[in-house]
Each structure stands twice: as C-alpha cells, then as structure tokens.
C-alpha cells in the first residue's frame, strides 16, 4: 500500500472518529485556524453546524491556546456564540498525519466539575468554620496520635497554643492511666471493628493539672477504604467529674450516718427496756399492795402511768423493729408469698378480737425475699386495714400480685386493698415518714412508726411503695419486688 494510500485512509478513519466522538473536537492548523469542528463542539458552543470552520480558535477561546502544553490539559474559560462564558476542560494533541502538521483540541465542558469543586470548597469552608467555632475540643490527628490540626477550644481546654499542639501526639497530652485504653480502641477503630468509639480519659493540662472529657473518635477513610486520619471531639467533664466525687463522698457519709443513726436506735431501744420494766413493776406493786389505799384520782393516776409505759413500751419495740431492718437482716431466698398472707390475717384477726372481715388473696407468687421481714410487711398493712375500718359496712381486704415490666426490668406489683375509712390523697407522701400520724393520739392506737417500718423493708428489698387513697372509700397500699433468680 503507498504512502499516499495509507494517508487518506488514517484521515478518513480520523474524521469518522472525530465527528462521533461525544466530546468536542476541534483540528486547527499551525495559526491556530479551525480546520475541523465536530457537531459535539458546535452545540458546546451554539454555533450552527459549518459556521465555524476557517474562523480562529480565540473566537471560542479568548485566552488562546499557545500556553497549552502538547499532551496535558488545562482548565479554561470559553465564550459560546451569544457570549455566554463557559468552565472548559482542554487537551492539546499532534494529529497523527504525515502532513501538513494540525493540532486537535478535546473539549469538555467542565461545569459540572466546577459545581462540585465548588460544593467540595464550600464543605471545607463550612467544616473549617465549624471545627474553629465548636465550644468543645477539635483535632485532626495522624493514624500515629500526631496532631495536625487543633481548634481553640481544645488549646483552651489544655493550656497550649495551637501551633505547640501541631506535631505533638495525642498520647503525650493523655494521663498515663488513660494511655493504653485509648490506644487499644483506636487500634480497633483502624481495624474496622466499629465506626467510632467513646470513653472518658483525663488530659494533662500544660500547668499539670488534670482535665476530664468525654472523647469521641472517629475515622476518615479514602475512596479505597484505606484509614486516613482520625477525627477526635473532646468535651470538658471536669465539673461533672468532681460533682460526681462529691456525691459518692456525700452517699458514703450518708451511709455511715444512717449506720451510726441505726445503732444508736437500736442501742437506746434496747436500753430503754430496762427502765421501762422497772416502771411497769413498781406500778404493779403498787396496784396490788396499795390500791384500797388510793382514792379515785390516785388510781387515775397509777392508770395513766401504766397506759404511758404500755405506749413507750410500743414505741420502743417499734423503734427496734425498725433498726433491725438492716442490723439484723436475714439473707434474701426463695419465698412463696401466700402462706405468709395466710399465716399474717389469721394472727391479726386473733388479736383484734371480734369484728366482721374477710381478706382475700388471688394467686400469690414466689419472691426472692428475706422471709420474716416480708412477714413484717403484711402484718403491718393488714394491721392498718383493720385498725382504719368502716363501723358501718364489714371489712374487705384483697391482695393481689401481677408481674409488669419497669425501665426494662420485671419486677411484681402487690397491692392490699381494703375499703376502710380511707384518708385524702395530699397526705399520701407524708404517711410513710416516722411518727407521721392522719389521726388525733387517742383517736385510733398506734405509734406512727408500722409504715415507716414498711417502707424501710421494700427499699431493703429494692423496692418502693406508695399508697392511693380516697376519704370513705378505703385505701390500697402498693408496692414492687424486683423480679429475681433464688
């Protein structure tokens, strides 16, 4: 085949080429005059098909294309027929002719990479803006722990300057004991094992002093997946942490308070028992030895004096009762709550005398419980349905249980339900707290301390218990057990 052949052969497969092509082509010749403009180029710039053939190429490219380097690609501006400006994308080549020498360019029309270059700088701009304004702590930092970049919060946070913090590691500004839990969750980070973590570490301030945060990590990575840096939030926790101090310090002397507070009770209930023995027997004497002796108002007297003791003597097992709650606690185990019901209303009903009742019970449960203060428990609340019964109407009495869920956790709901005299609901949360009586003393007996025993034994248990109410139509008194294995 001759060379002449071969050379309009390459130039008819390159016109083919070049007119079908979806990018725009232009072959212009050493002056830079167009030679050839395929269709994709004349819409690029609205011309219509042929008009700009023989015309130069700054028509379309006012810059010119002599700064294009043979082989690369530049972005430009272009200007279309009504001169509207267009974002190009150029790239020169030697068209591969024997002769004469031409030049192609490939146009593409670069706008769509200019919206995103634009949205990608915006996103930068809004992130630099955010990452420097944030009131809690920024920093970009290397898969090493080096910092590349801080925002001021965190500088203010810790003491340094962003350009002493720029090249430091994350690990020499973290206390010593946080170290190597930091480390171990950003290895697992890198590993892919989670998408960020959290925890709180302490910072060593740069005057030595510790700081408390809570830190959130997390990490970028590369279209490839490849780990790139990590992005650290650091928010200051240190008053909560010492808030946090002070209240276990607060709770533990609580504790030891109420220790010391219960021992006390204990030890002055126990020790009261004496005089009061010695006071109920002298009284006794002197009944049997010199009562035709007294005249009427003596005997009053001996009276009250006996009604006293007998009263303190109450007082005194109640205040017993209620700091053996704790001191001499039984360990929890499993406990069928039925029999116990059963066995408390029977002794009731044999040391209240006679009175028309009924106390009925549906199916009971198995708790786990200390079992002889879950026998306190019902001894009182039924005790308190008998003693603030109607006189008009007989005694009903029903305890109930169900099992309901609360925060996530089962627990069983009792309830001891009677329709005695009831009281108003306003003094529903004043009833539980120690020698808090509704009533007149001599009205109805007692010492005001059975409820507060009562609520003692369910916060013993895990447990709260509250009371509805209603005047003339009774009360029900409820409280919860945690639902537990034996």
Known sequence: ???????????SVLAALIAETPDGVIVMDDSQRMITVNRAAEQLFAYRAGALRGQQVDVLIPAGVAHLSVGGHVRTTGCDESG?????????????????????????????????????????????SAFDAAAIGFALTELDGRMRSVNQSLCDMIGYSASELQGMTYQSITHPDDVDADVVLARRLVAGEFDQYRMEKRFVHKRGHTVWVLLTVSLVRDVAGQPVHFIAQAAEI????????????????????????????????HDLQVPLRTITSYAQLLRERYEDALDERGG??????????????????????????????????????????????????SQRGEFEASC?????????????????????????????????????????????????????????????????????????????????????????IGLAICRRIVERHGGRIWVEASPSEGATFLFTLPLRQP
């Open 360 to 448: 009925t019970w549906s199916e009971l449960p198995s708790v786990v419980a200390d079992d002889s203060q879950l026998e306190e428990l019902f001894q009182n609340l039924l005790g308190n349905a008998v003693k603030y019964r109607r006189t008009d109407r007989p005694l009903e009495i029903t305890v109930s249980a169900e099992l309901r869920a609360n925060d996530g956790h089962q627990e069983w709901q009792f309830a001891v339900r009677d329709n005695g005299i009831g009281f108003e609901q306003a003094d529903a949360s004043r009833i539980f707290e120690i020698f808090h009586r509704l009533h007149r003393d001599g009205e109805y007996e007692g010492t005001g």
């Open 84 to 128: 509207v400006r267009l974002p190009l994308d150029v790239s020169v080549s030697r068209v591969p002719l024997e002769a004469p020498t031409w030049w192609m360019l490939i146009i593409r029309d670069a706008s769509g990479f200019t919206r995103i270059e634009n949205a990608h700088r915006d996103s930068e701009e809004r992130f630099r």
């Open 300 to 349: 009053r007297w001996l009276g009250y004096i006996s009604d006293g003791v007998k009263h303190m003597k109450r007082l005194v097992d109640g205040l017993l009762t209620l700091a053996r709650v704790r001191t001499d606690a039984r360990p929890f185990a499993s406990t069928d709550v039925r029999p116990i019901v059963q066995r408390t209303w029977d002794q009731v009903r």
């Open 1 to 11: 085949m001759t060379s002449h052949v071969r050379s309009e052969l390459s130039s």
């Open 238 to 269: 240190t008053m909560f942490k010492e808030a946090e101090r002070l209240l276990r310090e607060h709770a533990a002397e609580l504790e030891r308070s109420n220790a010391e507070l219960e021992q006390f009770a204990y030890a002055a209930s």
